[in-house]
């Protein structure tokens, strides 16, 4: 075993392991964290911009028509009623449309900024305004997701103190989407948090680095 040579170099430690103790090698070991982390935000980032468009697609799509039978009078046949339920109809659905939209656009504008940060020291004036816009969208998703679940658990169990009756009896199909819709959307909140939780860590390693 051999001790750290004057000229803080590579130095052989136990038959043969070496060390580089240069600042070369300890700049090299930063940087692979600092590429590693790179690699993560860039995964929760794709996975946010895939599971906000769909969820933006489901819940758009999400109708179904369905035929009841009415009785007006026991002396007279039932007549066929064709009911429509569809996600438009509900403004804390639209909400939640609109906020997938907005996350996924961000999602594919802030993606692109991030790899093209991938070089260290390019667009570092970015950082500061991306981790704030995380935030709000991870605020945007989550009260939008709650809104939607609200709606959603109303049409599942009905609420029989306002006479709301449950839909999903009868629109099956309708609410396994909206379900869906919202489990994706949980799950882009969910990875934007952990991407907001990443880029804080970054910028407060990056400001005990920096000079006063």
Known sequence: MMEKGDDGGVQPVNGGVTVDMSENGITHVKDLAFYENKLWEILLRLLAFIFTFIATIIMSVAKENTTVQIQISTSLDT?????????????????????????????????????????????????????????????????????????????????????????CGVFGRFCNLITASNVLSFFAAFFYFAVAVLCVFNLHKRSRRSPL
Do not use: E, Q
């Open 79 to 167: 007549i066929p009623l064709v009911i429509r339920a569809k996600s438009i109809y509900t403004s804390a659905f639209v909400y939640f449309i609109v906020v997938n939209a907005i996350v996924c656009g961000y999602s594919g504008l802030s993606l692109l900024l991030v790899i093209a940060n991938k070089a260290r020291g390019k667009l570092i004036h970015m950082v500061l305004p991306i981790a704030v816009s995380d935030l709000v969208m991870v605020g945007l998703l989550y009260s939008a997701t709650g809104a939607a679940v609200a709606i959603g658990l109303v049409g599942k169990n009905g609420n029989p103190h306002v006479g709301w009756n449950k839909i």
